[in-house]
């Protein structure tokens, strides 16, 4: 199946029905009197978060949705049925943007989550609503109030726990694979990740979600290469795992180009918590790891671990590491939490 982040989709919510002109008209009954009904109330458009879905691919193929329009009203005091609504399916992580793609309308994180985004046109008043004293008999009727419509965009940003950055050619497909079930695309030339991933990583007892995206390259952030659009797919992760080959003699300028473009991107990734891992340390051999070690340490300020996804080597202390981090992140939220309610309750 094709992974599909970004689809663009027309919306209309139903009309209401007209209402209805009709007089009760019986064999001995004199002055029968208004009868007509009300229309009934347009369709909702509607939607939903539902489990299951990973893909927006059902967007692809059906762009226009339309609810259902109400039925008129009818004589003997008989309201239309009310239009039928419609509800677009999304998984979790999809948020909607007006036709601007700028302005957000809503954030669906939770599965079960629902909301209306066009109300469907009321439905018109019959003849007998304006029955009075002084008009027993009106001839007048309400039309239906039109439904509404917009274009709008669905963007799916994947849910997970830690995310893989890195250039193309870092390793990140084969870490992917090597801790996880998923099986991506592994080649030995750039982009052979063109989609997003995901997979369910084991580590002792404890389970997490990791995201591998197509890698990023300088300028990416202008539009080079795959661009950019992929990062959103690591907004909501609470670790960073930034893979760096240490085959290429440039390690220290290729963390700068990724430390550049997350930059660039903003979205708060430059600021997230970053496991900095040399990769491919299979093929290097003591006196060159060593140096591109020591670099890559002065550069970044940080601790650096020397993997190699392909051997297995030191990529559990990856996990573990990624795993406190989560730890930490959670004990930081559960803090906050506790003085928010604090000072709520506090006279």
Not at 93 to 116: H, K, N, P, S, W
Not at 160 to 186: E, H, M, Q, R, Y
Request: one cysteine or more.
């Amino acid at each position: 199946m094709k992974f599909l982040d970004q689809a663009k989709v027309y919306i209309r919510s139903g009309n209401g029905g007209a209402g209805s002109i009709a007089f009760r008209r019986e064999k001995f009954v004199e002055f029968g009197g208004p009868n007509g009904g009300n229309g009934g109330r347009g369709g909702d458009v509607i939607v939903e978060c539902v489990d299951g879905l990973n893909t927006l691919i059902d967007y692809r193929y059906q762009q226009h949705f339309k609810a259902g329009t109400g039925n008129h009203g009818m004589g003997q005091d008989r309201t239309g049925a009310d239009g039928a609504d419609i509800v677009l399916k999304v998984p979790v992580g999809t948020q909607i943007f007006e036709e601007d793609g700028e302005t957000l309308i809503a954030d669906f994180t939770d599965v079960g989550q629902r909301m209306t985004l066009l109300e469907g046109g009321n439905g018109g008043f019959g003849n007998a609503h304006f029955k009075t004293s002084t008009n027993q008999a009106p001839r007048r009727a309400n039309p239906g109030l039109p439904g509404e419509e917009r274009w709008i965009w669905l963007r799916l940003k994947l849910i997970a726990d830690a995310g893989l950055v890195g250039l193309p050619n870092a390793g990140k497909s084969t870490f992917l694979s090597a801790v996880t079930a998923a099986k991506p695309k592994i080649a030995d030339y750039p982009f052979t990740t063109l989609h997003p991933g995901l997979g369910v990583v084991r580590a002792g007892a404890r389970e997490f979600v990791l995201a591998d995206i197509p890698g990023l390259i300088e300028g990416a952030s202008e539009g080079a290469g795959l661009g950019d659009r992929f990062l959103g797919h690591v907004e909501r992760c609470g670790v960073l795992i930034h893979l760096v080959d240490g085959t290429q003699e440039d390690v220290v300028g290729a963390y700068k180009t990724i430390r550049n473009e997350l930059e660039a991107y903003g979205g708060g990734l430059v600021g997230k918590e970053e496991i900095l891992c040399l990769n491919k340390i299979d093929a290097l051999d003591e006196d060159t790891l060593a140096e591109r070690l020591n670099a890559l340490k002065a550069a970044s300020g940080s601790d650096v671990l020397a993997i190699s996804g392909a051997t297995g080597k030191n990529v559990e202390a990856v996990l573990y590491a990624v795993l406190a981090v989560l730890d930490h992140n959670k004990e930081n939220e559960a803090r906050s939490s506790r003085t928010e309610l604090k000072d709520k309750w506090v006279p």
